[in-house]
């Protein structure tokens, strides 16, 4: 089966090469990795550049409603916020895109038609993936169908875990086939995989299977993103990058709810990837929450003033 990167074509060829290729892959030093993500997350910023990230950071959201709860009424509010986050100042970037479940797309894109807001939908029975192939990918196809400009798969974990790496290879190539011209984000779920070098493992394995984005997790574990991993994330795709000319996005998910923490992680992505991805075609936040911090925050810096949770629509 063909991937986006020919030079490793052999590293795919079995199963056996495949877990020979990850378990080549150089062992995470997690002292050394949380040490550099700590340490980057003190960098000071100045006011100016502060700005410029809180308007970067709320062009990379991925506003997100996920629940068993969403109805066409919530899903249309949030696409209104994405379009228009700050109805008081229109100088406020729109978001990146709205994310919802497959039944909620075909809303959602009604709601963004023309705005430039991408639809994503979460798919391949999210957020566990316990399901048969046939039915991951009617998931994907229906979601598609309905105009979902991304998709967000969840990996077969307990496949992963249980060291059959071919199979999370093949079903991602599965996926990928039937996204079309949709992008496809490759969630991980990192809390779940229980090391680094899994993590480091997994970023390979998406990437080498056509994944546009890798993505650390669904929000629905205790562990989420973090510093580390995403780190350890822009470390693999910035690698991959220089072996294969391939670049490939990279999407926090979960946990992020300050504009301190989104920063944070931006530091992260322009020290370790670079400016290259310092744009929302390459780096997004999944969130829900986020956004509303980022509202107070540039309100404070445009007028002096800090407004409250109040002066921002409530997800």
Same mark, same amino acid.
């Given at each position: 089966?063909?991937?986006?990167?020919?030079?490793?074509?052999?590293?795919?060829?079995?199963?056996?090469?495949?877990?020979?290729?990850?378990?080549?892959?150089?062992?995470?030093?997690?002292?050394?990795?949380?040490?550099?993500?700590?340490?980057?997350?003190?960098?000071?910023?100045?006011?100016?550049?502060?700005?410029?990230?809180?308007?970067?950071?709320?062009?990379?959201?991925?506003?997100?409603?996920?629940?068993?709860?969403?109805?066409?009424?919530?899903?249309?509010?949030?696409?209104?916020?994405?379009?228009?986050?700050?109805?008081?100042?229109?100088?406020?970037?729109?978001? @990146? !895109?709205?994310?919802?479940?497959? #039944? +909620?797309?075909?809303?959602?894109? =009604?709601? /963004?038609? %023309?705005?430039?807001? $991408? &639809?994503?939908?979460?798919?391949?029975?999210?957020?566990?993936?316990?399901?048969?192939?046939?039915?991951?990918?009617?998931?994907?196809?229906?979601?598609? @169908? !309905?105009?979902?400009?991304?998709? #967000? +798969?969840?990996?077969?974990?307990? =496949?992963? /875990?249980? %060291?059959?790496?071919? $199979? &999370?290879?093949?079903?991602?190539?599965?996926?990928?086939?039937?996204?079309?011209?949709?992008?496809?984000?490759?969630?991980?779920?990192?809390?779940?995989?229980?090391?680094?070098?899994?993590?480091?493992?997994?970023?390979?394995?998406?990437?080498?299977?056509?994944?546009?984005?890798?993505?650390?997790?669904?929000?629905?574990?205790?562990?989420?993103?973090?510093?580390?991993?995403?780190?350890?994330?822009?470390?693999?795709?910035?690698?991959?990058?220089?072996?294969?000319?391939?670049?490939?996005?990279?999407?926090?998910?979960?946990?992020?709810?300050?504009?301190?923490?989104?920063?944070?992680?931006?530091?992260?992505?322009?020290?370790?990837?670079?400016?290259?991805?310092?744009?929302?075609?390459?780096?997004?936040?999944?969130?829900?929450?986020?956004?509303?911090?980022?509202?107070?925050?540039?309100?404070?810096?445009?007028?002096?003033?800090?407004?409250?949770?109040?002066?921002?629509?409530?997800?």
């Amino acid at each position: 089966m063909p991937t986006t990167a020919p030079a490793f074509a052999d590293a795919t060829a079995s199963d056996s090469a495949l877990r020979r290729f990850l378990f080549g892959l150089p062992g995470v030093d997690a002292v050394g990795l949380e040490a550099r993500a700590a340490s980057l997350g003190t960098r000071s910023i100045k006011t100016t550049a502060k700005a410029y990230a809180i308007d970067l950071a709320i062009s990379m959201i991925d506003l997100t409603t996920l629940e068993g709860a969403d109805t066409p009424g919530k899903v249309r509010a949030l696409a209104a916020k994405a379009v228009n986050p700050d109805p008081t100042d229109r100088t406020t970037p729109r978001t @990146a !895109a709205v994310c919802v479940y497959p #039944d +909620m797309a075909a809303t959602a894109a =009604a709601a /963004l038609a %023309g705005s430039g807001v $991408k &639809v994503a939908s979460v798919a391949t029975a999210f957020p566990a993936g316990r399901a048969a192939l046939d039915v991951k990918l009617a998931d994907v196809r229906d979601a598609v @169908a !309905a105009g979902a400009d991304e998709i #967000d +798969m969840v990996i077969d974990r307990g =496949a992963f /875990l249980s %060291g059959r790496y071919l $199979k &999370v290879y093949e079903e991602i190539l599965a996926v990928k086939a039937e996204c079309g011209s949709a992008r496809l984000k490759v969630i991980f779920e990192t809390g779940e995989l229980s090391t680094y070098d899994n993590i480091r493992r997994a970023s390979w394995l998406g990437m080498l299977a056509g994944a546009d984005f890798i993505k650390t997790s669904t929000g629905k574990v205790g562990t989420n993103a973090t510093p580390a991993n995403t780190l350890l994330m822009l470390e693999a795709v910035r690698d991959f990058r220089e072996q294969t000319g391939v670049q490939i996005g990279v999407k926090p998910a979960g946990g992020i709810r300050t504009s301190k923490d989104a920063i944070k992680f931006l530091v992260l992505v322009n020290e370790t990837a670079g400016e290259d991805w310092l744009d929302n075609h390459w780096f997004r936040f999944g969130a829900s929450s986020l956004l509303n911090d980022l509202l107070m925050q540039r309100q404070k810096l445009s007028t002096g003033r800090y407004s409250g949770p109040d002066y921002v629509t409530v997800d």
